[in-house]
């Protein structure tokens, strides 16, 4: 192996992932692993909330659940509830899971368009099983029966990242990653090739390493400070630029959801967990002064605060390239999407797999390193357009925010798959992406936009067959979450086992 020596430069969620993966993989060989971080260097914190795929990575590396959830103070989650998004007063839920049953070989969404001004039809989200129960706050796994109704859905975390990041870093030291206390103060370049060959910390210390991995957040250290990769910004798609998060008391039943309210310049976060509830107001500067935007958070949470705000300037966009030469970025120091729809623990997720997949076993390759680009930027754009959608699918009009979010112009990625949704109610499929056909429609039709016809096909099957078979679905979707624990006591249940 070419690469003997792997150097993380930071700690937090994104730098402890990528350890805890690395040592997971390669833990039995020579290869030695370091990672860099400083206690004087607050973390982000970013990434309370996750999304299903969390789960491959926590069972590739062989964790209790149980355990993993205690020690991290996690709760369950079935989806994201949005608040005043499509219309003011509206609320619709983005659940982890499908929505009815095929009819005919013709999606459920075609049958659900046709007969929606039927009367007893019901709003779509009454044929989603995650969503009834999401709403009650209920909660039970997954049934792996592929005929059970407990088969139709999927779930994720809400968890302190903090303590995310300690659990994985006891995980990896357990399997030899070394830890080095210290400040990054200058970064040796070799002249021949460009690549890196070594950082020095401030109490004069030098390492080298033949790769290098950037977890050093938003100012990306190795990628751009030193090799001056170049940002992509996409401020006027997404023009929130600021933050500020606030932890507060839970002021009733712990939900097994994420709830994001649209607000006159932005939106608020609210993250149930088990010891307390994480708030957030992210926000456009141009749009709401800082102070206005704290009073806001302040006014959204309800509970008294349980420390002083933290407050983040970000610019949305990513780096030009995640890998140049033998220095990978991941998590905030490869671009910033932001949190509302849970995925910047994703996107770390899937960088670690690509690193993973692409690990230099022999010569530097510069395919590797090309083939990494390609797919993360098709991550990220794909991310990205589905965030779009929520700001630009709205008929608020009531804030020079929302008009200009309603009207702005959109990448051409995202009108094509818009425009061939209203023609004919179409979802556009990818292969591998996160946001499938389920989370598109949960958006389009949770925030109103309604296709001007339905498939065809839809009509070999009568009025009334469809209608029996809808009250059916809504009435089986409803007894099986009744049938469901309350998220609190399998909460308390699982707390009192440990």
């Not at 300690?166 to 080095?180: N, T």
């Not at 958070?297 to 309800?302: E, F, H, P, Y």
């Amino acid at each position: 192996m070419l690469v003997k020596r792997v150097l993380v430069v930071g700690g937090g969620t994104a730098g402890w992932m990528t350890a805890a993966a690395l040592s997971n993989k390669f833990g039995n060989s020579p290869l030695e692993i370091r990672l860099i971080e400083s206690a004087e260097i607050g973390t982000v914190g970013v990434g309370e909330a996750t999304v299903p795929h969390i789960h491959h990575y926590n069972s590739t590396l062989g964790f209790d659940e149980a355990d993993f959830m205690v020690r991290t103070k996690a709760t369950f989650k079935l989806g994201v509830e949005f608040v005043n998004w499509g219309r003011i007063g509206n609320s619709y839920i983005h659940p982890f899971g499908a929505y009815g049953e095929d009819f005919g070989g013709v999606p459920f969404h075609q049958h659900w368009v046709r007969m929606r001004d039927q009367p007893g039809v019901g709003d779509f989200e009454a044929f989603s099983l995650p969503i009834h129960a999401a709403r009650m706050g209920r909660f039970q796994h997954p049934d792996r029966d592929p005929s059970s109704l407990l088969n139709t859905y999927n779930y994720a975390y809400q968890f302190d990242a903090s303590l995310y990041a300690r659990f994985l870093r006891e995980y990896s030291e357990a399997r030899g990653v070394v830890r080095q206390e210290g400040k990054v103060v200058d970064v040796a370049l070799n002249g021949e090739t460009g690549f890196v060959e070594s950082v020095a910390l401030d109490s004069g210390e030098r390492i080298e390493a033949d790769l290098f991995v950037d977890c050093s957040g938003f100012r990306g250290l190795l990628i751009e400070q030193t090799l001056k990769t170049g940002y992509e910004e996409w401020t006027h798609w997404l023009p929130c630029d600021r933050a500020i998060a606030i932890p507060c008391p839970n002021d009733g039943p712990v939900m097994p959801l994420t709830r994001s309210t649209a607000q006159q310049s932005g939106w608020v976060w609210k993250i149930p967990l088990q010891h307390r509830c994480g708030n957030g107001h992210v926000y456009s500067s141009s749009s709401i002064s800082d102070d206005e935007a704290l009073e806001v958070l302040l006014g959204a949470i309800g509970a008294p605060p349980l420390a002083d705000p933290n407050k983040l300037r970000f610019v949305t966009g990513k780096r030009k390239k995640q890998w140049v030469g033998n220095v990978v970025a991941i998590g905030l120091s490869s671009g910033f999407l932001e949190p509302l729809e849970s995925t910047s623990i994703h996107l770390i997720q899937l960088a670690i797999g690509r690193l993973l997949d692409f690990f230099p076993t022999g010569e530097w390759d510069p395919l590797d390193a090309e083939e990494f680009n390609r797919v993360m930027v098709l991550e990220y754009e794909r991310v990205r357009d589905f965030l779009i959608l929520h700001y630009n699918a709205t008929e608020r009009d009531d804030s020079d925010f929302w008009n200009y979010c309603r009207t702005m112009d959109l990448p051409e990625s995202l009108k094509y798959k818009i425009d061939l949704f209203r023609e004919r109610g179409v979802v556009v499929n990818y292969r591998d992406g996160m946001f499938l056909e389920p989370s598109w429609l949960a958006v389009y039709l949770g925030q109103n936009v309604m296709p001007r016809a339905h498939d065809p096909l839809s009509e070999r099957l009568s009025d009334a067959d469809l209608i029996a078979a809808m009250a059916d679905l809504r009435a089986r979707y409803a007894a099986a979450a009744v049938a469901m624990p309350t998220h609190e006591a399998l909460l308390a249940g699982m707390a009192a086992a440990a």
